[in-house]
């Protein structure tokens, strides 16, 4: 038996881990498989005369898990002052898949008189002795 250790950036998950274990046991000759989404990576232990590890990195590349896992950067760029989607980048959430507009979660106070919203359980700190 041969054992192979690969790293696989983009298994950052457990369902991850449950999927490459699959994809690697249903190739003939794999015998066994550890993985890890903790240190992104898999122990292989297989018969070298059934398959190859050409055959097994190939099998991972085809799935997406060899390689670097692309993350988008954002850009500094306000989204509603760039001139096209390629100059700014925005983490969407499922509001804008539906809306194809970004969400704020910022609100105009009419009034400058108070700088809060009255929250329950905010109140001015009084002192144990009042």
């Not at 232990?45 to 050409?54: A, L, M, P, Q």
Request: net charge negative.
């Amino acid at each position: 038996m041969t054992v192979l250790t690969i790293d696989l950036p983009a298994m950052y998950g457990d369902h991850h881990v449950v999927e490459v274990r699959r994809i690697l046991l249903d190739l003939d000759g794999v015998e066994e498989v550890y993985a890890s989404s903790g240190f992104r990576a898999a122990e292989v232990t297989y018969n070298s005369k059934k398959v190859t590890k050409k055959d097994i990195t190939a099998r991972l590349d085809e799935s997406g898990y060899i390689g670097e896992l692309p993350i988008q950067q954002e850009t500094g760029i306000p989204v509603n002052e760039g001139n096209s989607a390629q100059e700014t980048f925005y983490r969407h959430t499922e509001a804008y898949e539906q809306t194809n507009r970004v969400v704020s979660f910022s609100q105009q106070v009419a009034s400058e008189s108070r700088s809060l919203w009255p929250c329950p359980g905010m109140a001015p700190i009084i002192s144990m002795d009042e």
